[in-house]
């Protein structure tokens, strides 16, 4: 039988994961996809408790969590594509010297 | 059944994730984040949240994913990264130890909720929804009355967020360009 203990587990491994390819990554691109896995890891803790406690507020809170996920997403990518017209191949080390 | 779509599905997730960090070509990287997507939707089936597996499916696998994709052949990045070299001398050092740290404060803190939670005694209920009230019709009364407020700022948010998209995102106009260049000296 699976428990509860299971899936939080499971999310500690995937957002430590997500933490370390963000810390260890230097392409813009891959470091926004290891915030996603960060963000997947807690919407999953979310479920997880919220079946423990009975309460739809967990699954709602993960509503908005996608909601503005999604929206980070879309301004993250527009910020790559206008970094990366002015500079090709830019990573996150080369924007040190971002400034208006 | 559950344990075993649970083993299933934290095996995919977890090889996806790896697969995210690890992958020279960020189109590996994006394919793989969407085996951990679908992986974490069959889960939330398993975990009874069906309305949040749809839309993880749809929101997530389908469009940021391909919004990635679409990114990744706009830019052209889709070449492979030697990740042999250090950027930082110690940093993948460092990241290990911060990685370890962030498991084991998480795995502690879920865990001793998950216990506090057990001794308190609220366990395991019905929040799937049968009958009349489905899981979908529980999310809509509490997003609408209780939440309804929040769920009109995420409306402005995301409005926001795709004028924010468009103008940033947009091709200067060659006037527009000299100008700017001009601003620059």
């Not at chain 2, 992986?39 to 069906?50: K, S």
């Not at chain 2, 997003?143 to 998209?165: K, N, P, Q, R, W």
Request: glycine share 8%.
């Amino acid at each position: 039988m699976v428990t509860a203990s299971w899936y939080l587990i499971l999310a500690a491994a995937l957002f430590t994961i997500g933490a370390v390819g963000l810390l260890v990554r230097r392409n813009p691109l891959i470091m926004f996809m290891c915030v996603e896995l960060m963000l997947n890891a807690v919407n999953l803790t979310f479920i997880t408790f919220g079946r423990e406690l009975n309460d739809i507020g967990g699954q709602v809170s993960v509503f908005f969590v996608l909601v503005v996920a999604a929206a980070e997403v879309v301004v993250g990518l527009a910020i790559v594509v206008a970094i990366n017209r002015r500079r090709p191949q830019a990573t996150a080390d080369d924007l040190s010297a971002l400034r208006g | 059944m559950e344990t075993a779509v649970f083993i299933v599905c934290a095996a995919i997730v977890l090889a996806g994730a790896l697969g995210v960090v690890l992958a020279r070509n960020p189109v590996h990287a994006a394919l793989s984040l969407v085996g951990t997507l679908f992986g974490m939707a069959v889960l939330f089936l398993n975990l009874e949240a069906h309305f949040l597996a749809a839309v993880q499916i749809i929101v997530y696998a389908g469009a940021i994913v391909v919004l990635f994709l679409f990114v990744i052949m706009l830019l052209g990045v889709d070449r492979l990264e030697d990740l042999s070299v250090e950027p930082i001398t110690g940093q993948r050092a460092l990241a290990a130890i911060v990685g370890l740290g962030t498991f084991g404060l998480a795995v502690a803190f879920l865990l001793s909720g998950d216990i506090g939670l057990r001794s308190v005694g609220i366990l395991k209920l019905d929040i799937a929804g049968t009958g009349q009230y489905s899981n979908l019709r529980q999310i809509a009364d509490v997003l609408f009355t209780d939440y309804v407020y929040a769920f009109e700022a995420t409306a402005a948010l995301l409005t926001i967020s795709v004028v924010g998209a468009v103008v940033m995102s947009r091709r200067m106009a060659r006037s527009d360009e000299a100008q700017e260049t001009a601003e620059d000296d």
